[in-house]
């Protein structure tokens, strides 16, 4: 299991829990190639009787028809709405107003609808803040940072979003989410083995798109491992040291950065169906009481104080 909890994700935990009263509605920002595992059960709690709209980030690189199903399993739920976006696109946010209202139900005119925009790390909050707004407000970037404090915005359409600090949760009991999250680049590639990673990553990709695979590393058939796969994109891609020995992290780092970089073409990691079940997410919940009660030793998995970025 993949854990740790900073000072400044405890404070900002705090934060958020402070300022909810005060809020109508929620907007809870995913990455569409990875919704359920980018979406941070710790927020779940705090958030569980405010209404929300669930956007999903990245819509560009995820599969259409994947996304599409993860639409219509949030808006089956209870006061939850959900909506597929790249976030640099004024357009396809124009919905997100109506959304708001809508979910916010009877608000008084005098005043605005209040929104608190939330999510983890680099999963494009920010730049949803700063196309909203039309102007830089919220830092964004790769690597940690990077929304400090609390920011309340007014965006028109009597609409105020208050942004948060984006927050990773104390451990992630679910190592096939904690892969997805390393694979997206939404946490660190210290955090776990990047080979390993990689590895996991690609025998998953066979499994959901094979041709993708190999179309863009031209393999004629595609290992029975993650592992094998991963080394003959290595050998393709300027993996072979003198003496034949192949470079495993030069073909881990070719097919994640490729990923990452939308050149597989449009992939989603994870299906509604992939979601653990009742028994499987009460395992999860008993793991986080026995964390909160100090009861499981908390493993180091960043290399300093600060989450990703946004």
């Not at 509605?25 to 979406?39: F, G, K, M, N």
């Not at 393709?236 to 950065?257: C, I, K, Q, S, T």
Request: proline share 5%; aromatic share 4%.
């Amino acid at each position: 299991m993949l854990g740790w909890f900073p000072g400044h994700m405890n404070k900002a935990r705090r934060q958020i829990s402070e300022a909810l009263p005060e809020i109508d509605v929620v907007i809870e920002v995913l990455d569409a190639r990875l919704p359920y595992s980018s979406a941070n059960p710790m927020l779940a709690d705090l958030i569980r009787h405010k209404p929300s709209l669930k956007l999903l980030s990245r819509a560009d690189l995820a599969d259409p028809a994947i996304t599409r199903q993860w639409i219509e399993h949030f808006d089956a739920q209870s006061d939850v709405r959900a909506m597929a976006v790249v976030t640099t696109e004024t357009r396809q946010l124009k919905p997100l107003y109506r959304l708001c209202h809508e979910l916010a139900g009877h608000i008084r005119e005098d005043r605005d609808v209040r929104v608190m925009v939330m999510g983890i790390p680099n999963v494009g909050k920010s730049t949803l803040i700063n196309t909203l707004a039309g102007k830089k407000i919220a830092k964004t970037g790769n690597e940690p940072a990077v929304t400090k404090r609390q920011q309340k915005i007014r965006i028109g359409q009597r609409i105020a979003l208050t942004d948060t600090p984006g927050v990773l949760w104390p451990r992630i009991e679910d190592q096939n989410s904690a892969y997805r999250l390393a694979a997206s680049g939404a946490i660190r590639d210290t955090a776990l083995e990047y080979v390993d990673v990689a590895s996991v990553t690609a025998l998953s990709l066979a499994e959901r798109y094979p041709e993708a695979l190999r179309s863009r590393y031209k393999l004629a058939t595609l290992g029975d491992t993650g592992e094998s796969i991963v080394r003959e994109i290595a050998t393709r891609r300027g993996g072979l040291r003198a003496g034949g020995e192949v470079d495993m992290h030069r073909g881990a780092e070719v097919l994640l950065m490729d990923l990452r970089g939308g050149k597989l073409g449009p992939m989603s990691l994870e299906t509604p169906a992939d979601i653990p079940d009742e028994a499987g997410l009460e395992a999860m919940r008993a793991e986080r009481e026995r964390f909160n009660r100090g009861e499981t030793f908390l493993d180091d998995a960043s290399t300093d104080d600060t989450p990703p970025g946004q």
